[in-house]
């Protein structure tokens, strides 16, 4: 009880040794009984002893009423205390309540108030602190005012210290101020302080060309990441000769020498925030207009035939280019599309003889290149042989015949052949002199003895000293399904026949990174992915599921051919589930019948060359050796419809090799030796209108192998099935012609073997 009277007793004291209040009186005036300096700012408060009187009062400087002072109810406020408001000051009610007289001491003189930081920019979730010093601060807390770019005045805390952690940018003062009666210092100077945001500014290019020519249009754009697009202002910096613009887009309309240099960016949201700037691009513009170069793989055009030009722009460091095409004068027209044949972006194919120009354009509005030189192309008659193959399929141990033939033979002719070999960068091929045939041989006909992958071969004949040369014939290719580990092709799904529905990828695999995948038609033509598909890696996707039956097979970069499968794309509703590859003789097969929309409901039927080897419910028929007996045309049959038929082929197992020769193998071979001898004879005299089937070879000399490798309809294969006892060897993994247009033994014309890139 004592302390708490002493404690009262005290803050008594002290308020009327700084306020000066007097209880004796009717009213009592509140002031600072302290000195005040110039510039801060004093409320004087008249208090009625009556504590419920609300009534207004009236202040008095030395007996004078005060007028140039703002009042309101009870008090009066000096905002800006100078020299002259010094005095006695009373304050009097209306009911004749009268204060006491109190003294203002003004210092002639401002107080020093002053605020600094220890930092003037907040680093990204950081903080700066500032330091508010208030002259004779007795008494006294401090007060901290805020500016934010939209120009309002926001106080941010009051506090007895005289320090102030912040975290945020505007501009900021400070003041000492007292709450009974309420007074206030002047203010201190202003300090700015930044506010570094976590958004990132980048610099983009568009079109992306960091090389770009005199006259060409560019945009350098500055994104903010994270940040939206509304609310920024920009700022670049560059070591270009030219104004920098605020906008988001710099706009470069026309590029000139003086454009180029370093360029960066930063956004603001307003004067108190900043974020980092951006990395540094770099922008070159070339004085020179650049220039095409027009080259030719071959300026002679063959009959019937066409050449390539090329075309490129130097540097060849710069992209984005669109080629135009002239024939005949500069001035000319642009070649119409159905004059040419564009084979890629540079590339074309031409037929007709001429005078032929180009160059290169790109961006928007267009930048020319220079015209290139000029090239003649001459369409001569040089002779173009043609080169066929046989077998088309490799049967194990048989040899591959080549017949070159010219289109107007005549005496005098040595012939050439060659290897074809992929070369993936201009997609040709390069071709490889066959070591026996480096004199050229005098017969129109080579046997390859011991090719046992898929190959492609080429032909040329020559003539007279200097030698005179016919055009290189087209590549042809001999077919292998076996797999091997330097080249390979994989089917997903791994099956030969395919819904136009399903999505069906061929994948190259072996010893090499860059890859092609080629497709041989019924028609004969041989497409690369890009005519038919998606080309992504190693890896074609069939993106035209039009109904076809086709051979495919990989070429890669090391100029290597992978084995090579057949695939039926089926518009029917039923399919046959067979595998891709040969299967190995000894091994289990399962086949499947698969419907495109529904369930079986009913039996399934599996044919083997057209004969019923299987009629119940079950929808597999499992083989669980095979063996070359089991070698043929495989289909399968439902209510709904017949299956395309698939050809599985049976490969010998591999054995080791003996150092013996046991006798039962002789006497296989001799009895192997009869049956060849004794049944091409019976079957030839056979009376049958399919008799014969297998065609000869063209030259005697030459025939040592099978030439029945040609691509051949189901009705053939159907007609042949009995009568053929060198049906499964002499067709091994052969191609099906017409395999959505054969139903019950209709079928479309046979294809030939002749085969065009």
């Avoid at 952690?165 to 206030?184: A, K, L, M, N, V």
């Avoid at 043609?386 to 049967?395: F, G, H």
């Avoid at 046992?452 to 030698?467: F, K, L, N, Q």
């Avoid at 439902?638 to 080791?656: D, E, F, I, L």
């Amino acid at each position: 009880m004592g302390h708490t009277l002493l404690c009262v007793l005290a803050l008594f004291l002290l308020s009327t040794l700084l306020y000066g209040q007097d209880e004796g009186g009717d009213a009592v005036l509140e002031s600072p009984a302290f000195t005040v300096f110039e510039g801060d700012s004093v409320t004087m408060r008249c208090k009625h002893h009556n504590r419920r009187n609300k009534m207004k009062a009236a202040f008095f400087k030395d007996i004078s009423r005060v007028e140039n002072h703002q009042s309101r109810g009870a008090e009066m406020t000096i905002h800006s205390v100078s020299k002259s408001d010094e005095g006695k000051y009373a304050c009097e009610f209306g009911d004749g309540a009268k204060s006491e007289a109190k003294e203002l001491r003004v210092e002639a003189q401002r107080r020093v108030v002053t605020l600094r930081a220890d930092e003037t920019t907040v680093p990204v979730r950081g903080h700066v602190t500032l330091t508010c010093d208030v002259e004779d601060a007795t008494g006294l807390e401090n007060l901290w005012i805020r500016y934010t770019s939209d120009s309002s005045k926001k106080p941010v805390d009051i506090k007895n210290g005289y320090q102030y952690d912040i975290s945020h940018g505007g501009s900021y003062t400070c003041q000492g101020w007292r709450r009974e009666p309420d007074f206030f210092t002047s203010q201190s100077n202003a300090v700015i302080i930044q506010e570094t945001v976590s958004n990132k500014a980048t610099v983009t290019l568009q079109p992306n060309w960091p090389k770009i020519f005199s006259g060409e249009k560019m945009t350098l754009r500055c994104e903010i990441q994270g940040g939206g697009d509304t609310g920024w202002t920009y700022e670049w910096s560059t070591t270009s000769g030219y104004t920098r613009p605020t906008q988001k887009d710099y706009i470069i309309s026309s590029a000139t020498e003086n454009h180029s240099g370093k360029y960066r960016c930063v956004g603001r949201r307003d004067s108190y925030f900043i974020m980092q700037w951006s990395d540094v691009i770099t922008l070159e513009v070339l004085s020179y207009t650049p220039w095409a170069r027009l080259s030719a793989v071959n300026r002679d055009i063959p009959v019937g035939g066409s050449v390539t030009l090329i075309c490129s722009v130097s540097p060849s460091s710069s992209s984005g280019w669109t080629y135009f095409w002239y024939r005949g004068e500069k001035t000319s027209e642009l070649l119409a599309s159905q004059d040419i044949v564009f084979l890629s972006d540079g590339k074309i194919s031409v037929s007709q003889g001429g005078l032929y120009w180009c160059r290169g354009g790109r961006g928007d509005p267009v930048c020319y290149t220079e015209y290139s030189g000029s090239i003649r192309v001459n369409k001569i008659n040089i002779p173009q042989p043609v080169l066929t193959v046989s077998p088309l399929w490799l049967s194990p141990g048989a040899s591959v015949t080549l017949n070159c033939s010219v289109k107007y033979p005549s005496a005098g002719w040595r012939f050439f052949w060659y290897k074809a070999v992929p070369r993936l960068s201009d997609s040709s091929y390069s071709y490889e002199l066959i070591p026996d045939s480096i004199n050229g041989t005098e017969q129109d006909s080579y046997i390859v003895d011991g090719q046992t992958h898929t190959a492609g071969y080429v032909c040329r004949a020559g003539r007279g000293d200097p030698v005179y040369y016919t055009h290189y014939s087209e590549p042809k290719f001999v077919l292998s399904g076996d797999v091997h580990s330097s080249a390979s092709l994989t089917v997903s799904p791994n099956r030969v026949q395919h819904f136009t529905t399903d999505s069906v990828s061929l994948n190259c695999e072996g010893n090499s990174t860059e890859w092609r995948v080629k497709k041989l038609t019924e028609s004969g033509s041989i497409l690369f992915c890009q005519n038919w598909g998606t080309m992504t890696g190693s890896t074609c996707s069939i993106k035209r599921y039009q109904p076809s039956n086709a051979v495919y097979w990989c070429e890669s970069g090391s100029g290597e051919f992978s084995n090579a499968v057949n695939i039926t794309i089926s518009s029917k509703d039923i399919i046959l589930v067979s595998p891709v590859h040969p299967v190995t003789e000894g091994d289990s097969v399962s086949l499947s019948c698969r419907i495109r929309s529904q369930t079986f409901a009913s039996k399934v039927f599996f044919y083997r060359n057209d004969k019923l080897i299987q009629n119940d419910t079950r929808r597999e028929l499992n083989i669980s050796a095979m063996s070359k007996s089991d070698e043929g045309f495989y289909k399968c049959k439902y209510s709904t419809g017949v299956s395309a038929q698939s050809w599985m082929s049976v490969k010998g197992a591999s054995r080791p090799e003996s150092s013996s020769f046991p006798i039962p193998m002789i006497i296989r071979l001799v009895f192997g030796i009869v049956v060849v001898i004794l049944l091409p004879l019976l079957y030839c005299f056979t009376p049958s209108k399919d008799s014969c089937f297998i065609r000869p070879v063209q030259s005697e000399s030459t025939n040592r192998g099978s030439a029945a490798g040609h691509l051949f309809n189901q009705k053939e294969a159907q007609q042949n099935e009995d009568s053929s006892p060198l049906h499964g060897e002499a067709h091994l993994y052969e191609s099906i012609k017409g395999s959505d247009d054969t139903d019950n033994g209709k079928s479309t014309a046979p294809a030939t073997d002749e085969t065009s890139l």
